[in-house]
């Protein structure tokens, strides 16, 4: 996925121009995948949530049309240097053309995090962000460096005690978020919601990253 990733980005840098006017056309995600898929190896089983779809939710996306970048986080990742790596490539895709509302950010539980982070560091009010399952009460207290920056659609599980609405982290940015949406899912299964490609989640995260912002 690494690779697939890295010479994505490369071809849009260096291509020919006709590959270069055609990735800009792309739709691009960005998935950021929760901590159990960076701790374990895909085929291991969470005792609660079952196994985390990972491929299969990259395969939805890709099936709808996007071109779709990810790689399954090394074991030792960092929230914040990785969101700086996220950053340095929004950055060259945005630096060779593509439109900025062509990218969407979707981050589950810790990968919501990182596009939290990332979303900070960005500071650009025209990309897309899906953020799940990725908020606590008390985040604004322990984490007051996230001012939050884009079109932001949240999502999280009524029977969920990882994520609840982030409407206060939304209240308390000082950067610009010309669209903010939220939905509470009823799937009962509390975080193993995000585990699995469940349409309750994904397509909503599909048509915001269409510009569907209503």
Known sequence: MKIILIALIGLILTGCETS???????????????RFIQLFDLNVVHPEYGRAEYN??????????FTVLSEKRPHDT??????????NQIDSLLNSGVSPDHITIVGT??????????STYLK????????????????????????LCGNILSIYEKS?????????????????????KEIELDTRLQHGFLYHPMEEWMKPTMQWAHGDYH
Request: charge should be neutral; proline fraction near 3%.
């Open 20 to 34: 270069k006017k055609s990735a800009q056309k792309e739709k691009y995600i960005f998935f950021l995948h929760n």
């Open 56 to 65: 299969e939710i990259l395969n939805q996306f890709r099936d709808s049309g």
């Open 78 to 87: 960092r929230t914040e240097e990785y969101a700086n790596k996220i950053k």
């Open 109 to 118: 539980s810790m990968g919501g995090y990182i596009a939290q982070y990332a």
């Open 124 to 147: 650009n009010p025209d990309l897309n962000f899906v953020l799940i399952g990725c908020y606590m009460e008390n985040d604004i207290q322990t984490m007051p460096e996230i001012q």
């Open 160 to 180: 969920d005690t990882l994520g609840v609405s982030m409407q206060k982290r939304i209240e308390a940015s000082q950067n610009k978020i010309p669209n903010f």
